[in-house]
Every structure is written in structure tokens, then in C-alpha cells.
């Protein structure tokens, strides 16, 4: 992937004169002036990226340290997809719908979470009833913990269960588990919780990119290194992902795919065409496949992300107010239709439909649906009744259940759970954001001579994908201010287009889980499988539009972004680490204090798989990155001169150039601060 985003990730070459405005521009922006001296620049540079890493860093911390907080078992169907990979260790293969029985030896331990003597307040919220929490549980000395094949083995329970209904799902992430603890000598002789803390891992190191994709999709779409990096530290600010992505699922899997094709697909809506662009698309996608079926809406994401690349290589040009003879409108439809970026479109979408189609196929043509009922029976369900039966009833647990798992997620079903208060003000302030970036509010007014200042390049750069349509109304096409404005309102729509881009895979994840509970609520009057944690697939596209909507409002004070989003995540995260010990890890009648605080961490030790000692480094560690985060977001925030990068964001060419590989050209070379080579031998691989 390294080739396609190279001019995202190229750093731009110290210089203290302007940088020539990319070939086809209508005008540049006035407000741009000489960039700063190469040494400040090159101090900014180092700062962005050592924040990056600081961020990246926080963020594995925070997941490790969430490993360690939630037991064995505590997991969203942790026992079911660690069954999986047991499975596929001991050849059990794939088995149909139905078929497939949790092993003994997953049963012996996990049963106690599911049905046993742990499930009325893990399951069921029972500590408000007076079931005993994890504090007051003494678990098996880890000296006597066992290993699965000394618990049973692959055996299958045969009670009568509810049989595995993972195996609905694509087998990737499985296969790749099951393939790392046969690799390791002698792991079936380790204890359970020491397995499935490897597999654990697995799931920590498959999310922990997310930041740098984050970072990655901002800068390809056009935004400076302030809201890059704010975008970078959203995964930070969300509880309830740090504890999905910190215990062993197939969810992880989905939001890395779905990430990087968000990568891919940013820099296509700002113009490139490429075929070796569309191929990585297709192979993300494709990979997106074998993860699970939320995938299979992401070729609208594809298509709609080529069109609006296309609508803005192809510019507006070639309107014309006079009125044209039948023959030659007809004609002018034609050229529109065959310009359309078809090769690389269908490359995209068949290529990833050709790598992994081939699993819904074969769930189709050997269980006639796309996506099997894993347990192939409608099974009992215990979520709560939502009565009366209405619409209006389950449309409003629907809304309120999913914001509020969003964020917190944090038990199973609702304890322990973030404050109301913090859930109303994070979703409040995430929607507010993402209708800014939406519809352009913050715009920045057109830059005249009063528009100069220490200010103005940064302003400019991190902007994002309309910031220069103010200023560039001010000379039109032709040198007419009418021409300019229609030029600033297409670059706006462009702008609100791809932030529905961005925000497809949430949006399709929210409808598909909404028609699936619906349908159930219908049958059972119940709510059933609204869990929030569907919707992080689109962490990552979620991310930049925060960034650019944060960028909007804050304005010439864009460079305090990162520091604001690391702030809020530092508040929710320590909001959600009380809930979670004040309910998990302290006594009944107990409340928290500091003090608390080593009782807390002794009981966590005791369940943990290692040495309380690697427990404690844990936790000192994520508190020390996080800490080293908030510092130097904060210390870039102060700086004399905005952090942001000098990129600009040009609108494309009014007039439509011979061939899409220009425009291109110009946006990429924008991107890494390079002069445009219309010369490029990639112009022969473009559509």
C-alpha cells in the first residue's frame, strides 16, 4: 500500500519560497503566503509524527491494559470465537449451521460467565441484586489454571445447547489464530487464560494500526497535520472500541479492512484515478470479505467514492449556459457516460468480490442465504420485553441503546456503563461535528489584503477540502467573481459528498443492525442484537470527518485539535475505567476512592494470566503514554507557529483536462508540497 499512498506519507521538502500553485488551478489563494523558514518548518514536521507515535502508543497501552481489566470470558461472545479457532487447531474444519458444538474443554471455564456461577452479575447486572462481584471471587490459583486439552479437550459438550453460531462468519481471523498458537511451541500445554490472552493479542495488534490509518485517510483527504492527528485520536476517545478491540472477535478484523480501504478511497475522492489505486481498493475490500458480513455494503462506498472523484477531476468547465441542438446533447451525454471511471471502478469492486466472493457463494448455494442462521433454529431470547408493542416503543430503545453502547459497551448487557451525562455531551458533540463537515460551516471568509498574517498558511492548509473556495470566488474563471462563485459552490458540494462518503460504513452498519432488530422485535417483542460496537468498522472515516469538522470550527486555532480530542478521551476513558472497577473490581457497598485504587489492581492481578508485576507495568505504562500524548499535543498547541502542514487543498480545473492523470497529478503533488510533472509515466495507467 506504501506506492499508492506515497504522497500522503512524503514529508514536504524544507523551502522558503511559496509553493507554485498546481497546474489548472483557477486562482491561488490569496491568504497563501511565503511559507516559514526551513527550520521551523522541519521542527513541525518532527512534531507531528512523534505525536503520531505517541498516540499509536497510548492506544496499544489502553488496550492492553483493558486485556487485563476484563477477565477471560468478558469478552462480546469471546467463548464462541475462541471455540473457533480451538476447532480449527483439532480439524473439526467448518461445519454447517447447526452443527457445530463448543468444545468441553472452552466450556469447562467460560461456562461459569455464560451460565454459571458468574452469570447473574456479568449477564444480567445481578451486583445491584447482590451477586458478587469479580473482587470477591477467589479464581483458581493460576499455578492450577489448566489448559483446554486437560479440561476436555475438542470433545463437544452434549447437553443440549445452543450450538456455536459463529460459523456464519468468514473464517480469516480464526484461521490466522489457529495458525499463531500452532506456530508457538508447546502453546497446548499452556493454561486457557494464557491461550486465549495470545489470541487476545492477535485482536490488539489487528486494531492497534487504527490511529496511523486515521492519520493516513486524513492527510490523503486533504487536511493538514493538526486535524490529522485529531482524527488519529479518536479510536482513543471511545471506551467502549478500546474494550471490543482488547478481547478476541472478528469485529477487529472488519474495522483494519474497512480502515485502510478509507485510506485508499480518500485519496480517490480527491482524484486519483489510478488502477493501481483501484487495486488496492479491490484487495482491501476483498479482505474486508473474509472478515464479516457488514462487509458487503462497501461496494456502494466504492462506487460513490469513485464518482465524487470523478466529478472533481472532471471539474465544471463544461457548462454552458447556451442552449445546445438535440444531436449534439445527446452527443455530450455520451462523452459524460464514457468518461465515467468504469475501469478502475469495476476493478476495484471485482477484484475484491473476486478474492473473496466466493464464501457467499458457497454459503448461498449450500444454505440458500448470503449470511446463515449460525444456529440454524430461532433460539430462546432473554433481552428485555419493550412494551406496549409499537414502533414508537422499539424506534426509541433502538436510538438510545446504540448511542449508548457506542461509547460504552463496557458490560454485557448494560453494567457497568458511562454516565448519561457523558454519553449525551460525547454523542452531541460528535453529531454537531460531523454536520459542520457536512455542510461547510466555518468556512473561512475570502482572504483579502487584511487576510495576511502568521496565520493564514496554516488557516488555508488545514481547512480541508473547501477551504480555498472562499478565496478563490474572489477571481473566477475568466477573471469574473460570478465564475469564481460557481467554482466555490461545486467545490462545497464536493466537499459534503465525500463526507457522506466517509460516513457510509457507519451509516450502513446502523440501518443493517436497526432492519435485523426490527425484524426480531416484530417476532419477539423484544431488542434484540443492538449492539453499538457495529458501528466501529467506520472508525476510521468517522475520524476525519470529527477532524475536519474540528478544524472548521476552531478555525485559525486548528492546531489545538489534537489536544482537545486527547482531553476528551482522557475524560472518557477515566470515566469508563470507574465504572468498570467500581463494578467489576471493588466489593458490593463499596464505593471508589484513590485509595481504593490498590485493592483494585490486586484483584485484577489475581484473574490475570501473569505475575500481578506485568499487571502493574501495564497500567503504569498506559498511563505514562497517555500522559506523554496530552504533553505534547499540548506543547504543539503552544507553539508560536500553527502545527498544521502547508498543504492546501486546490480546487480542481474548471476546464476539463485531455486526460484525468493532470488533475491528479496536482492534488497528489499539492498533498506532498512537490511541483506537478504532468510526465509522469502513470499517466498511461489512468482510466
Not at 248 to 262: C, E, K, P, R, Y
Request: with cysteine; glycine share 10%.
Amino acid at each position: 500500500m506504501s506506492s499508492t499512498l506515497a504522497s500522503t506519507m512524503d514529508a514536504p521538502k524544507p523551502t522558503s519560497t511559496a509553493r507554485p500553485a498546481p497546474a489548472g488551478a483557477d486562482a491561488a489563494d490569496p491568504a497563501e503566503k511565503p511559507l516559514p523558514t526551513s527550520g521551523v518548518r522541519v521542527r513541525r514536521m518532527r512534531r507531528g509524527p512523534l505525536l503520531l507515535v505517541l498516540i499509536t502508543a497510548a492506544h496499544l497501552a489502553m488496550l492492553l491494559s483493558y486485556a487485563f481489566v476484563y477477565p477471560t470470558w468478558a469478552g462480546y461472545d469471546e467463548a464462541q470465537h475462541v471455540d473457533m479457532v480451538y476447532g480449527l487447531q483439532h480439524g473439526d474444519g467448518w461445519p454447517a449451521p447447526g452443527k457445530k458444538m463448543i468444545a468441553s474443554g472452552v466450556a469447562a471455564t467460560s461456562d461459569d460467565f455464560d451460565r454459571g456461577r458468574y452469570a447473574d452479575m456479568f449477564q444480567s447486572g445481578g451486583k445491584r441484586r447482590g451477586a458478587a462481584p469479580f473482587a470477591e471471587i477467589d479464581p483458581t490459583p493460576r499455578g492450577e489454571r489448566r489448559s483446554f486439552a486437560e479440561l476436555g479437550g475438542p470433545t463437544p459438550v452434549d447437553d443440549g445447547r445452543l450450538s456455536n453460531q459463529m460459523v456464519q462468519h468468514p473464517p480469516m481471523i480464526y484461521a490466522a489464530g489457529a495458525l499463531l498458537l500452532d506456530v508457538l511451541p508447546g502453546s497446548d500445554d499452556w493454561s486457557y487464560d494464557t491461550q486465549v490472552f495470545v489470541l487476545r493479542l492477535v485482536n490488539i495488534l489487528v486494531v492497534g494500526p487504527l490511529p496511523v490509518l486515521g492519520w493516513l485517510a486524513a492527510r490523503r483527504f486533504g487536511l493538514g497535520e493538526p486535524a490529522a492527528l485529531a482524527a488519529a485520536a479518536l479510536p482513543l476517545a471511545i471506551p467502549g472500541f478500546t474494550r471490543v478491540g482488547a478481547t478476541f472477535n472478528n469485529d477487529g478484523i472488519l474495522m483494519l479492512t474497512t480502515g485502510a480501504l478509507t485510506v485508499v478511497l480518500a485519496g480517490v475522492m480527491r482524484g486519483d484515478l489510478r488502477r493501481r489505486t483501484a487495486a488496492w481498493a479491490g484487495l482491501w475490500f476483498g479482505l474486508a470479505l473474509l472478515s464479516k458480513a457488514f462487509a458487503l455494503t462497501m461496494p456502494v462506498m466504492i462506487v460513490a467514492a469513485y464518482l465524487v472523484g470523478w466529478w472533481r477531476v472532471r471539474g465544471t468547465g463544461t457548462r454552458s449556459d447556451v442552449p445546445k441542438p438535440r444531436r449534439e446533447r445527446l452527443g455530450s451525454w455520451w462523452a459524460l457516460v464514457r468518461s465515467l471511471p468504469w475501469v478502475p471502478g469495476v476493478l476495484a469492486v471485482g477484484l475484491g468480490l473476486a478474492v473473496s466472493g466466493w464464501w457467499w457463494v458457497r454459503n448461498y448455494v449450500l444454505y440458500n442465504a448470503v449470511q446463515p442462521n449460525g444456529w440454524a433454529v430461532n433460539p430462546p431470547r432473554r433481552e428485555p420485553l419493550l412494551l406496549p408493542d409499537s414502533f414508537f416503543t422499539w424506534f426509541w430503545y433502538f436510538v438510545r441503546t446504540m448511542i449508548s453502547r457506542f461509547w460504552g459497551g463496557l458490560g454485557m448487557f448494560e453494567p457497568p456503563q458511562l454516565s448519561p451525562i457523558a454519553i449525551v455531551l460525547a454523542t452531541v458533540v460528535v453529531v454537531g461535528l460531523s454536520v459542520v463537515a457536512m455542510v461547510g460551516g466555518g468556512r473561512h471568509r475570502p482572504a483579502g489584503p487584511d487576510a495576511a498574517g502568521p496565520d493564514a498558511a496554516g488557516r488555508s492548509a488545514t481547512a480541508g477540502p473547501d477551504a480555498v473556495a472562499g478565496s478563490a470566488g474572489a477571481v473566477g474563471s475568466g477573471g469574473t467573481a460570478a465564475g469564481s462563485g460557481v467554482l466555490g459552490r461545486e467545490v462545497r458540494l464536493w466537499g459534503a459528498a465525500s463526507v457522506v462518503v466517509l460516513l457510509l460504513p457507519v451509516a450502513f452498519a446502523y440501518l443493517s443492525v436497526g432492519q435485523r432488530s426490527w425484524a426480531d422485535y416484530k417476532l419477539y417483542t423484544r431488542g434484540i442484537a443492538v449492539q453499538g460496537r457495529y458501528l466501529y468498522l467506520g472508525i476510521v472515516g468517522l475520524g476525519v470527518v470529527i477532524a475536519l469538522g474540528l478544524c472548521r470550527v476552531l478555525r485559525a486555532r486548528e492546531r489545538f485539535g489534537p489536544l482537545m480530542v486527547l482531553v476528551g478521551a482522557a475524560l472518557m476513558q477515566g470515566a469508563a475505567l470507574l465504572a468498570i472497577c467500581s463494578y467489576y473490581w471493588l466489593p458490593r457497598q463499596v464505593s471508589f476512592t484513590p485509595a481504593r485504587i490498590p485493592d483494585v489492581v490486586s484483584a485484577i492481578g489475581r484473574w490475570a494470566p501473569f505475575p500481578i508485576g506485568v499487571t502493574i507495568a501495564t497500567f503504569v505504562l498506559a498511563a505514562a503514554l497517555f500522559v506523554a500524548a496530552l504533553s505534547a499535543a499540548a506543547l504543539s498547541a503552544a507553539a508560536s507557529q500553527p502545527t498544521g502542514s502547508v498543504l492546501a487543498d486546490v480546487p480542481a480545473s474548471r476546464s476539463r483536462p485531455t486526460s484525468p492523470e493532470p488533475a491528479v497529478q496536482a492534488a497528489e503533488s499539492a498533498t506532498a508540497g512537490r511541483p506537478t510533472d504532468h510526465t509522469s509515466s502513470d499517466a498511461a495507467r489512468t482510466q
